[in-house]
């Protein structure tokens, strides 16, 4: 009986509590981007190559947000199963999804900082990290948006 515990109950708790862990950090990240989105609405950010006519620049240089997102155990699990069964992995695009506005957030308030009145040429790129070697366990992938920032008179 207590080796059934042990093999069955102790990773059923696990996926029980990153599950729930997981669900409350979801959401906390995503109250925390809103947050931050709402605060960035005053900085043009455009994947356009140039300016608008008449703006002319003072300075330009290269910003760059990145970010390293992955899903919890609970949401390997589920991952899982749908790999057998097949389906949408609703999961992987929400944490994608949140990776690249954290990407894009990040490379803002890194403009902002350096005083650029906006951001030019826009691109955001994504790269997976494990699951090679490793099976496809550890799901991770990396976010990285940039752009010019550029200053004007």
């Known amino acids: 009986m207590i080796e059934l515990i042990f093999e069955i109950g102790i990773p059923l708790l696990l996926l029980v509590v990153t599950f729930v ?3 409350w950090v979801e959401r906390a990240h995503l109250r925390s981007l809103e947050l931050r989105e709402k605060n960035c609405r005053d900085l043009l950010v455009t994947n356009l190559r140039r300016l608008p006519e008449g703006i ?10 990145s970010v390293v997102m ?3 155990y609970f949401q390997q699990f589920l991952v899982w199963i749908k790999r057998i069964f097949g389906g949408r992995l609703g999961t992987v695009i929400s944490a994608m999804e949140r990776g690249r506005r954290e990407a894009m957030l990040r490379m803002i308030e890194q403009a902002r900082a350096q005083g650029a009145s906006c951001v030019l040429n826009v691109r955001l790129e994504t790269g997976s990290i ?3 070697e490793s099976g496809g ?7 990285i948006a940039y752009g ?5 008179r």
């Open 21 to 23: 862990t997981g669900i």
């Open 56 to 65: 002319v620049p003072r300075g330009a240089f290269l910003c760059v947000g």
């Open 137 to 143: 366990k550890g799901l991770c992938a990396e976010v």
């Open 70 to 72: 992955s899903v919890n």
């Open 148 to 152: 010019t920032g550029v200053r004007v």
């Open 130 to 132: 494990g699951g090679g």
